[in-house]
């Protein structure tokens, strides 16, 4: 059975950062591209950022991008979410999810299998 755990989430002042992290297991976690999505509130999913199985092709929605960096851990099952320079548009709840970019214009597709952390940017 897949399980994600999302952690790292928290209250932060604009222009603090956070590194967000998702425990993956249940599947081959190196075989599988990997998203973050967020969920803000009273909005629907939005798609964050993709990478690849091995890393090697990061993507970013342009309302992150320059911003926010992807990464992931094969070895150790994990993949990451580095959040500086952060706004208070980018309150929401963070999920992880296996798919890959390919579906970030509908966000809905993907299943999210973990619970999300919370983000609040706040002054």
């Known amino acids: 059975e897949v399980h994600l755990v999302e952690s790292g989430g928290g209250l932060v002042q604009p222009g603090g950062s956070l590194r967000l992290s998702c425990a993956a297991s249940g599947f081959t976690f190196n075989d599988t591209d990997m998203t973050w999505v967020r969920q803000a509130p009273g909005k629907g999913l939005e798609w964050v950022s993709s990478i690849s199985s091995n890393g090697s092709t990061p993507d970013y929605s342009d309302s992150v991008k320059g911003r926010f960096t992807i990464a992931r851990d094969n070895a150790k099952n994990t993949l990451y979410l580095q959040m500086n320079s952060l706004k208070t548009d980018d309150t929401g709840v963070y999920y992880c999810?296996?798919?890959?970019?390919?579906?970030?214009?509908?966000?809905?597709?993907?299943?999210?299998w973990g619970q999300g952390t919370q983000v609040t940017v706040s002054p």
């Open positions: 999810a296996p798919g890959s970019a390919g579906l970030r214009r509908f966000p809905t597709l993907y299943t999210l």
